[in-house]
C-alpha cells in the first residue's frame, strides 16, 4: 500500500502531562511517510512529556486548540498519559476540534488514554476500539464496543493500548492516513 503522507498535515492535540513516547514515535513515523504534523496545545509556549509518572522533555506549541480549525487539517493524532487526557477531555476547543474531525470524515488516531477525550466529545458511540484497559468501562459505558487487542481499525479511527503496541499503530495509522489522503 501508498505510505505517501506528503502534504498531508496532521494535528497532534496534546497538554502537560501527555505520554511522551506517544507523541514522539508516531509523529517519527508521520513525518517519515511526508506528513507535516504540528503540536496543538491549551496554550501557547510549550507542553511537557512525560515518561509515565516522571517529567520528560518539553516541546513548542505550534497552535492552540483555541486557534485550530478542522478545515486545516487533514488528521488528528491523540497521544495518551492520564494526566493529559484527564485535563484534555473537559477543553472545550479540543471537543469542538475532534468534533469537527469526526463530521468531516478525516481519519483520527488515539492511543492508550487519550481516548477519553472522544468519551467527553460524545464520538464513541457505536465504535469498536482498544485503550488503556482501565478506560474500557469509560468507553463500554460511553456506547463503544471496547475490545483489548494491540491495534484496531475501525473506518477512519485507529486506537491502540500502550507504548508496547506502537509499532503495530504507527504501521496502521500510515496505512488509515495514507488511504484517506489518496482520496482526498
Do not use: Y
Not at 22 to 34: F, I
Not at 100 to 105: A, F, K, S
Amino acid at each position: 500500500m501508498n505510505q505517501d503522507l506528503n502534504g498531508m498535515k496532521v494535528a497532534i492535540l496534546v497538554v502537560d502531562g501527555f505520554e511522551q513516547v506517544e507523541m514522539t514515535e508516531p509523529r517519527k513515523a508521520l513525518q517519515q511517510a511526508g506528513a507535516q504534523t504540528m503540536l496543538v496545545s491549551a496554550k501557547a509556549g510549550r507542553v511537557q512529556g512525560f515518561h509515565h509518572d516522571k517529567p520528560g522533555d518539553s516541546f513548542g506549541v505550534e497552535l492552540t486548540l483555541e486557534q485550530a480549525r478542522p478545515e486545516d487539517f487533514d488528521a488528528v493524532l491523540l497521544p495518551g498519559g492520564v494526566m493529559n487526557a484527564d485535563q484534555i477531555r473537559m477543553n472545550q476547543d479540543a471537543q469542538r476540534f475532534v468534533q469537527g474531525m469526526q463530521r468531516e470524515g478525516k481519519p483520527l488516531a488515539v492511543i492508550c488514554h487519550g481516548a477519553w477525550l472522544l468519551v467527553s466529545a460524545g464520538l464513541v458511540e457505536g465504535r469498536t476500539m482498544t485503550s488503556w484497559p482501565t478506560l474500557q468501562d469509560d468507553l463500554r459505558n460511553a456506547g463503544a464496543n471496547w475490545v483489548d487487542r494491540e491495534v484496531v481499525r475501525d473506518g477512519n479511527w485507529v486506537s491502540s493500548r500502550k507504548p508496547d503496541d506502537i509499532p503495530a499503530f504507527n504501521r496502521e495509522m500510515v496505512q488509515l492516513f495514507a488511504s484517506s489522503h489518496a482520496t482526498a
